[in-house]
């Protein structure tokens, strides 16, 4: 059974900083592309940020030069630093795992504000 459990969401200041973490189960992880994907209140989810196996990244252009994605295969984790923050990334944040359809964490709640 697939699972994956996100944490380390909060509450951060504009130019603060927090990662997040997305700890997988169920899957062969080293094998597997992973996403992060967040949504804001009223709008669509949208893609942040992928890793696939090799490593190899890519960012939406909001976040781009901010948010760093990085894996570590022995704990199955992924994780999303996310700095510089704006009240703008304020969303709800999933990790996402196609294997082979779309497996979603609950969530993280992501706020910034002043």
């Known amino acids: 059974q697939v699972q994956l459990v996100e944490s380390g969401g909060g509450s951060v200041q504009p130019g603060g900083s927090l990662r997040l973490s997305c700890a997988a189960s169920?899957?062969?992880?080293?094998?597997?592309?992973i996403s992060w994907f967040r949504q804001a209140p009223g709008k669509q989810r949208e893609l942040v940020a992928t890793?696939?196996?090799?490593?190899?990244?890519n960012y939406a252009d909001s976040v781009k030069g901010r948010f760093t994605i990085s894996r570590d295969n022995a704990k199955n984790t992924v994780y999303l630093q996310m700095n510089s923050l704006k009240p703008e990334d304020t969303a709800v944040y999933y990790c996402?795992?196609?294997?082979?359809?779309?497996?979603w964490g609950q969530g993280t709640q992501v706020t910034v504000s002043s």
């Open positions: 996402n795992v196609r294997y082979p359809e779309d497996y």
């Open positions: 169920g899957i062969w992880f080293r094998v597997v592309a």
């Open positions: 890793i696939n196996p090799a490593g190899n990244t």
